[in-house]
């Protein structure tokens, strides 16, 4: 799914209607009958239902739903910001069929001229359900005027309404790649048209980050949605993991992932790799690791296979295994690699991860110790990811070793530095943390809306590791989606754990193996609910 700015959504609309045919008014309805539907779906027991619209066109889409609440029997409160006289075109249209004498017992329309009015009305906030349709996509900050004094006013409230933000909560700039707005209404959900902008995947819209933002297709034609920005929302791809396997198939049909690390006191980060991979549907699973690793991380699962690797003095993997003919037994029928989990960072452990990647052409997952290492000799990184699939994992920390840049300048610029680092070394580069990049080598970026904040633990990178291996081992010859859907599985796995009952079932108690007890779950979903609503954040 494609991410457009506001300039490209506007474009799409007129699109729509002038070369296809489709009027922005029935556009309208459209959008309307959507934030009904899923209005009444998410807050079945709302009927007293207040409306604050500006005058623009995302105060008609709110109109046009106010009517569809009377019309089902709801009391419906309009508060329109401003005078009637300011509305033009499909929001004028929108008011006219509001004021049907049939609704005239079951709406009260009021107009707020000034700041001061809003105190006249404390009944409004006494509702089941609050719809935010003042401003949309159009905004440009700062907020100022009615719809700030308007923002004041619900806070000052003791109002305990849930808020259904139209489009976007007022004082979001659509366009924003930042995680908080300096002024912006609070939301509880957000529904948003055709296809999210930036501030829909980038911002933190919702009071929790467990709270609906879904996009509602409202009849715009593929061939009218169109962007430069070479952003698309990483759920997507989890449609590989929906196409069913061959009846005939075999293991050798689903890939043989190698997993490379462990030291002494980090046996859990091969193990936790491994039986991940296994999880995510490789067909074979090898960890290679060192004789006294080996015994703990066999015992996390009798279906992975193990591999002794020759130890250096610092007890960590020795460049030894470089040998050309310890290398050919290692990587015989191999067809991915993960190297890092618990590798170490002794001179040895550096050797030989750095050796290891110069020495062989095999699609290779890095993370952990051996982007430390990777980290050592920078220069080398393109030598390393020519004629490959390199794909980089780091986190924050990490990225800024690789870079040479501080952590902070790579979090204030996570989406440039990301881009520009993957064209240049021609990889794919997961930056993880809060709604985590995935960079591809032709500038294209994805960005994920999965995962939570009990995420922050030790062994959540290993798992993710895991699951990239495994997916890309068996779709060779589609590693940007695969990568992508194993980053959206791995935050969604953990999304479902924490509301479930059960020792994970909470941000305090989640252990990053819990999430894997619900990775079923999480292959199951499907985040385009019922055909209709595609789910960016939540779950029906």
């Not at 048209?193 to 715009?220: D, E």
């Not at 310890?326 to 890092?340: D, E, N, Q």
């Not at 550096?350 to 997952?365: C, D, I, K, N, R």
């Not at 859907?485 to 009952?501: F, R």
Request: charged share 15%.
């Amino acid at each position: 799914m494609k991410i457009l700015s506001a300039a490209e959504m506007q474009a799409c609309d007129r699109i729509t209607s002038e070369q296809f045919g489709i009027p922005s008014l029935q556009l309208m309805r459209n959008a309307a009958e959507a934030v009904f539907t899923f209005a009444s779906q998410q807050f079945p027991q709302a009927t007293r239902i207040t409306i604050l619209c500006g005058r623009g066109n995302n105060g008609g889409d709110g109109l046009m739903t106010a009517r569809l609440f009377a019309a089902a029997g709801c009391a419906v409160t309009v508060l329109l910001l401003g005078d009637a006289d300011g509305l033009r075109g499909d929001a004028k249209a929108a008011m006219q069929e509001l004021l049907e004498p049939t609704l005239n017992e079951r709406v009260s329309l009021r107009f707020i001229a000034d700041a001061e009015e809003f105190a006249f009305h404390p009944d409004a906030l006494a509702a089941d359900l609050i719809l935010d349709a003042v401003l949309g996509t159009g905004f440009q900050p700062p907020l100022r005027g009615l719809p700030l004094a308007a923002l004041e006013w619900i806070r000052a409230s003791a109002s305990r309404a849930p808020i259904l933000a139209i489009d976007l909560p007022t004082g979001w700039d659509a366009d924003s790649t930042a995680a908080t707005a300096e002024s912006a209404y609070p939301a509880d959900a957000v529904i948003t048209f055709t296809v999210p902008k930036p501030a829909h995947v980038f911002g933190n819209l919702t009071r929790l980050w467990n709270q609906p933002i879904v996009v509602a297709p409202i009849g715009s034609p593929d061939e009218a949605i169109v962007s430069g920005l070479n952003l698309h929302w990483a759920g997507t791809a989890k449609f590989i993991t929906d196409i069913p396997r061959p009846t005939d198939a075999n293991k050798g049909n689903f890939g043989h992932v190698l997993v490379i690390g462990g030291s002494p006191g980090k046996s859990g980060a091969p193990a936790m790799a491994a039986l991940t991979a296994l999880r995510s549907g490789a067909g074979l699973v090898t960890a290679a690791v060192t004789p006294a690793v080996l015994p703990l991380v066999a015992a996390i699962a009798p279906e992975l296979m193990t591999q002794p690797l020759a130890t250096a003095p610092s007890g960590e993997i020795s460049p030894e295994n470089l040998a050309p003919g310890s290398l050919k037994s290692l990587l015989s029928r191999i067809t991915v690699i993960a190297l890092g989990p618990g590798l170490g960072t002794s001179p040895e452990a550096v050797e030989f991860a750095l050796g290891l990647l110069q020495a062989t052409s095999l699609p290779a997952v890095v993370d952990a110790d051996a982007l430390n290492a990777l980290a050592t000799q920078p220069g080398n990184l393109a030598g390393v990811a020519r004629c490959r699939t390199l794909i980089l994992t780091p986190h924050p920390g990490e990225m800024a070793r690789l870079t040479g840049l501080p952590t902070a300048e790579i979090q204030s610029s996570r989406l440039q530095i990301a881009r520009e680092f993957a064209v240049r070394y021609q990889v794919t580069l997961v930056l993880k943390g809060s709604r985590t990049l995935i960079a591809h080598p032709d500038g294209r970026v994805a960005i994920n809306t999965s995962g939570n904040p009990a995420m922050a633990k030790g062994g959540s990178g290993d798992l993710l590791t895991g699951m990239i291996a495994g997916l890309l081992a068996q779709h060779l010859d589609a590693p940007a989606e695969a990568v992508e859907a194993a980053v959206y599985l791995h935050g969604l796995a953990a999304d479902i754990t924490v509301e479930q009952p059960g020792p994970g079932g909470d941000q305090h108690t989640l252990l990053a193996t819990d999430s894997l007890a619900n990775l079923y779950r999480a292959f199951r979903f499907h985040p385009q609910a019922e055909g209709r609503y595609c789910w960016l954040q939540g779950m029906p």
